[in-house]
C-alpha cells in the first residue's frame, strides 16, 4: 500500500508553494496548509503541493520527522474544498481521487514518522488526513469528525477503513453515519488521537514529540513504520473501491445538494431523493406485478 517514489524526485523548495508553507528545521520537515480563509480545506494544488514537499524529505537523510498541520488556531483542515469538489463528476473523478490516494500513500510510505499536529476543526477529508499520519496531537478545543452524511460526501479514502481499527465497529458507524463530532478529550479516551495539551503548549509538545524520535535509531524507525502498516497494507483493494464508490457521488444531485445547502447555510433537503426513489421503485414494482416488465413481440 505504500507508495513508488521516483529517485529523481526535486527538492522541494518553498517559494514555489501557494497553498502549503514547507520548512525544514533541526532536523523536522514542517508541511502546513495554508489557506485559513476556508479553514485551511484543500483543493487539487494543496494535494499536489502537500505530496511533492513530503516527497522531497526522501533526500535528506537527516529529517527525522515531519509535522502536517494548518495554519492559525481556528482549523487544522475542514477537509475538501467545496469549490473543488462541486465541480468534480464521473468523468473527472480520478483528478481528485488519485491525488487523495497519492498523499495517503506518499505519509505511509515515508520512512519517517509523520505527525498530525491538530489545532481546531479536523473535519471530513481533513480528518482523513490526521488518520494516515503515524501519530496525532491536537490542542484541547480541537475537535474531530466525519461529516460526509450532512454534505453528500463518502469518507471512503481512509475513514472507513481506518476508523473502525481504531476506535471499534460500533463507534466508527455512530461517527459516520450520524456525523458525530470528538472533542480532544473525548478523542484520546476512545484512541482517536494519541494526545490533547493546552493550546499554547501544542507547538512545544509536537517539538519535544520529534527530539524524542530524533534521539532513536532511524533505521529502526523505517522498518518498524513499515511492519506497523503491514497489516492495513493489505486495505488498498478497500481503498481502490472507496474511489470508485466515491467518483459515482461526486456530481450527483444529492451530493451537490448537500454541498450547496452547507454553503447557504441552510439545512439540507435529502428527503425529495428518498421521495423520488420511492416514486421510481413503486414504478418498477407495479410494471412488475402487473406482467409489463418484458419486451413487446410484434
Not at 526535486?10 to 485559513?36: H, L, M, S
Not at 499536489?48 to 481556528?74: K, W, Y
Not at 481546531?120 to 484541547?140: F, K, N, P, Q, T
Not at 523505517?222 to 456530481?251: C, F, H, I, P
Request: charged letters at 25%; hydrophobic letters at 40%; one cysteine or more.
Amino acid at each position: 500500500m505504500t507508495a513508488e517514489i521516483s529517485p529523481g524526485i526535486a527538492a522541494a523548495r518553498a517559494d514555489e508553494f501557494r497553498d502549503i508553507t514547507f520548512e525544514v528545521q533541526n532536523g523536522v520537515a514542517w508541511v502546513t496548509i495554508n489557506r485559513p480563509e476556508v479553514r485551511n480545506a484543500f483543493r487539487e494544488q494543496t494535494l499536489d503541493e502537500m505530496i511533492a514537499a513530503l516527497s522531497s524529505t526522501r533526500l535528506d537523510p537527516t529529517i527525522a520527522c515531519a509535522v502536517v498541520t494548518g495554519t492559525g488556531n481556528q482549523s487544522f483542515s475542514a477537509g475538501g474544498d467545496f469549490g473543488a469538489m462541486m465541480k468534480l463528476n464521473r468523468a473527472n473523478a480520478h483528478m481528485w481521487n488519485d491525488r487523495m490516494l497519492g498523499l495517503a500513500m506518499t505519509i505511509r510510505g515515508l520512512p519517517i514518522p509523520v505527525i498530525a499536529m491538530v489545532n481546531g476543526w479536523c473535519m471530513g477529508g481533513g480528518h482523513e488526513l490526521a488518520l494516515w499520519c503515524d501519530l496525532v496531537i491536537a490542542s484541547e478545543d480541537a475537535v474531530f469528525g466525519q461529516t460526509g452524511a450532512k454534505v453528500g460526501a463518502c469518507p471512503t479514502v481512509g475513514a472507513t477503513q481506518y476508523i473502525p481499527r481504531i476506535i471499534g465497529e460500533r463507534l466508527a458507524r455512530e461517527m459516520i453515519f450520524l456525523a458525530r463530532t470528538f472533542p480532544a478529550e473525548e478523542a484520546v479516551s476512545v484512541g482517536l488521537i494519541n494526545k490533547c495539551v493546552p493550546k499554547e503548549k501544542l507547538h512545544e509538545e509536537t517539538l519535544a514529540w520529534c527530539e524524542r524520535i530524533k534521539g532513536h535509531s532511524s533505521q529502526t524507525i523505517r522498518a518498524t513504520k513499515k511492519s506497523l502498516n503491514s497489516e492495513s497494507d493489505e486495505l488498498y483493494a478497500s481503498w481502490q473501491q472507496g474511489m470508485e464508490l466515491l467518483a459515482n457521488v461526486w456530481g450527483t444531485e444529492e451530493c451537490l445538494e448537500g454541498m450547496n445547502a452547507f454553503l447557504e447555510k441552510r439545512k439540507p433537503d435529502f428527503q425529495q431523493f428518498r421521495r423520488r426513489n420511492k416514486e421510481a421503485l413503486d414504478t418498477y414494482l407495479d410494471d412488475f406485478y402487473n406482467d409489463r416488465n418484458q419486451t413487446k413481440s410484434g
